[in-house]
């Protein structure tokens, strides 16, 4: 059973940048699928970002939210996901969860295991 961790959530003004990391204990990433969620207050948790296990091909796949503007991809050498998010918006505000599964899907329903979530903040 995997065990996740995210990390690199903060304050940054619109049109910066963040660097969140996904981080596993208990079994390797690459065996894995993990997607990246996001939740606004009275909003729905919705998914950002994805990338299949490495057996499954590493597919990337990417909302049209952040479409352009991230890029998802492992660091095996540090059992590590990382989402760089460039040229953010105040609407990208949430908190960022990441979390594992067998594939890539949309739908949280999807996933097993879940990180406590980063706190993203863009606002100047």
């Known amino acids: 059973q995997v065990q996740l961790v995210e990390s690199g959530g903060g304050l940054v003004q619109p049109g910066g940048s963040l660097r969140l990391s996904c981080a596993a204990s208990?079994?390797?990433?690459?065996?894995?699928?993990i997607g990246w969620f996001r939740q606004a207050p009275g909003n729905e948790r919705e998914g950002v970002s994805c990338?299949?296990?490495?057996?499954?091909?590493?597919?990337?796949y990417y909302a049209d939210s952040l479409k352009g503007r991230s890029t998802i991809s492992r660091d095996n050498t540090k059992n590590t996901v990382l989402l760089q998010m460039n040229n953010l918006k105040p609407e990208d505000t949430a908190v960022y969860y990441c979390?594992?599964?067998?594939?890539?899907?949309?739908?949280?329903?999807?996933?097993?295991?879940w990180g406590q979530g980063t706190q993203v903040t863009v606002s100047s």
């Open positions: 979390a594992s599964a067998l594939r890539c899907s949309g739908s949280p329903e999807g996933y097993g295991e």
């Open positions: 208990g079994s390797s990433l690459e065996d894995y699928a």
């Open positions: 990338i299949d296990s490495s057996r499954s091909g590493g597919y990337t």
